[in-house]
């Protein structure tokens, strides 16, 4: 009787392995975020925050401040941070996607004995510092820098002044161009391997069927390749415009007076002006912006999923 009513060690198991994640999850994100949100609700003090909660002569006070959470909405300084930032997070997906998308290709096309060291070209940024090759840009860009001479002499500064990317012939630091450039070059990577990762994966007999079925090489791209890809190039966009949304060095380094991003006001109001609550109201609106729209866009597709099968 005791062994039918003892639950199987499996179950023990299963319940570890899926509780692991959400104990990651809590004390990493949740309990981080939370002391964030409380923050952003409490008053900023002479040296520290004060408590929301305070205990006196035997009663309990609970006061929580939401007009930094107003005042977000009547600054256009915050607001157009927000639009900023999410602009060239877009481009900068938009720009890794055009550029990403034949590497992976190629790299999932290539001799298996060659793909290995296709994808170690891929990865061999990272074992340099982000900030020296931020910094590299600002020589290569700068006056004097021969991608900024090679640019010139092709007459690109002429077309990149007509779109408003830069502000002045052969200046390309600090300029919409310049911080376009920077971010793609940096999560490139991002959206590459991803891709790769699908594309290498997919069945080369469904697109030797379509060109059975009278399908040009073009045309099986676009109604096999492409749809095939989507769950790759979903992910390489989310990896990549996660992280462009809430960019401070970049922006820092190699844009200017018109890329104002919410990292660089997040950083002033932390450092320079010293208004904590202000800065986690900033911060939590930030998360908000991308976590609520991606779990919407989760939702729907687990829902077409569902209607599928």
Same mark, same amino acid.
């Given at each position: ?61 609970? &006061? ?5 959470? !107003?005042? $977000?909405? +009547?600054?256009?300084?915050? *607001? @157009? /941070? ?114 790769? &990762? ?5 069945? !080369?007999? $469904?697109? +030797?069927?379509?060109?059975? *079925? @009278? /399908? ?94």
């Amino acid at each position: 009787m005791s062994r039918t009513l003892r639950k199987p060690r499996w179950w023990r198991g299963r319940s570890l392995v899926i509780g692991a994640p959400f104990l990651w999850m809590a004390l990493f994100f949740l309990a981080p975020f939370l002391v964030v949100l409380k923050i952003s609700m409490s008053e900023m003090g002479v040296v520290a925050v004060e408590d929301v909660l305070t205990v006196a002569d035997g009663v309990v006070k609970i &006061a929580l401040k939401y007009g930094n959470y !107003l005042y $977000l909405t +009547e600054d256009e300084r915050y *607001l @157009g /941070a927000y639009l900023t930032s999410v602009k060239y997070a877009a481009i900068t997906t938009a720009c890794c996607l055009f550029i990403g998308y034949p590497f992976a290709y190629f790299m999932a096309r290539a001799k298996a004995s060659l793909q290995p060291t296709l994808l170690m070209l891929v990865m061999l940024p990272f074992w340099t510092s982000f900030l020296l090759r931020v910094y590299a840009w600002k020589g290569l860009l700068g006056e004097g820098g021969w991608v900024a001479d090679v640019l010139t002499a092709l007459s690109v500064d002429k077309l990149l002044l007509a779109m408003g990317a830069i502000e002045a012939a052969e200046r390309y630091m600090h300029t919409p161009f310049s911080l376009v450039v920077g971010m793609t070059y940096t999560y490139l990577p991002f959206m590459v391997l991803p891709l790769y &990762a699908n594309l290498s994966k997919m069945d !080369l007999r $469904l697109l +030797e069927a379509a060109a059975d *079925l @009278g /399908a040009t090489p073009w045309v099986a791209f676009w109604k096999v390749t492409v749809p095939l890809s989507k769950a790759g190039i979903i992910a390489g966009s989310m990896l990549v415009f996660i992280p462009c949304v809430g960019e401070f060095v970049t922006p820092e380094l190699l844009g200017g007076p018109r890329t104002l991003m919410i990292g660089r006001v997040l950083w002033d109001e932390f450092f320079s002006n010293n208004d904590w609550p202000m800065a986690s109201t900033v911060a939590v609106v930030l998360v908000l912006l991308i976590v609520v729209p991606l779990a919407i866009f989760n939702k729907y597709q687990a829902e077409a999923q569902e209607k599928r099968a």
